[in-house]
């Protein structure tokens, strides 16, 4: 499975755009990009997933520039209730063994 | 409505008094995985299931046992629990072991004296 690293901490205040981006050197040719978005003493969310170039739905967007060896989310206009954890999984859609890594820690202020 | 139903959400147990957390989901999903979650660490995978009859270990199975003999439940057993397994404990689903539509229980807190 490809290993992912993100920043540990981000802060952001309420109305701007946060770009979250992550790295992924080894990721495999049938590897996907999954992002989950995780609130305290919840279970993780999935937010968006992508293969390459850009996907776009209600909650994000997801840029994967053509070597996919990193990605990045964004998040318009981000709220007080945008304050979670992020992570970005990288596997193949039939992977077993899913692996979160320490997440990317986003706390949005007033 | 489609959902991961763990419970219980809070228990406080003593060391060695064998445990079980139950773990149900109603989307038909093969695939099915137990994490726990302690500060610091993230998320780590205990044990997964591929489909009925199926488990496997994840990063983490020591002192874990699972069973998965129908395809909607997936109960994670503390045969004997140490005070080190107090963690927050997550179970989760996917339709084929896919990471689109990964999802997850609300968690169980275990405190282990």
């Known amino acids: 499975l490809a290993k992912t690293t993100q920043p540990i901490s981000m802060d952001s205040y309420e109305g701007q755009e946060v770009n979250i981006t992550c790295s992924h050197n080894?990721?495999?040719?049938?590897?996907?990009i999954t992002w989950y978005q995780q609130f305290p003493s919840q279970g993780p969310r999935f937010i968006i997933q992508?293969?390459?170039t850009k996907v776009t739905n209600e909650v994000a967007s997801l840029f994967i520039p053509a070597d996919r060896k990193s990605s990045t989310l964004s998040l318009p206009r981000v709220s007080l209730s945008d304050t979670a954890v992020y992570y970005c999984?990288?596997?193949?859609?039939?992977?077993?063994?899913?692996?979160f890594g320490p997440g990317t820690r986003l706390s949005v202020l007033p | 409505e489609a959902q991961v139903t763990q419970n219980p959400r809070y228990l406080i147990t003593v060391t060695g008094k064998k445990l079980t957390v139950t773990c149900s989901q109603n989307?038909?999903?093969?695939?099915m995985s137990w994490y726990r979650q302690d500060p610091g660490l993230g998320l780590r995978q205990i044990y997964y299931?591929?489909?009925?009859?199926?488990?496997d270990k994840g990063d983490v199975p020591e002192g874990y046992k699972v069973s998965r003999k129908e395809k909607r439940n997936f109960p994670l057993i503390l045969e004997s629990p140490s005070p080190n397994q107090t963690s927050l404990y997550f179970c989760?689903?996917?339709?084929?072991?896919?990471?689109?539509?990964?999802?997850f229980g609300s968690g169980t807190r275990l405190t282990v004296v």
């Open positions: 999984l990288v596997g193949d859609n039939y992977g077993q063994n899913f692996v």
């Open positions: 989760a689903s996917s339709p084929t072991g896919s990471n689109y539509g990964y999802t």
């Open positions: 989307m038909n999903h093969e695939y």
């Open positions: 080894n990721i495999a040719t049938n590897d996907y």
């Open positions: 299931s591929m489909n009925v009859e199926v488990t």
């Open positions: 992508g293969y390459k």
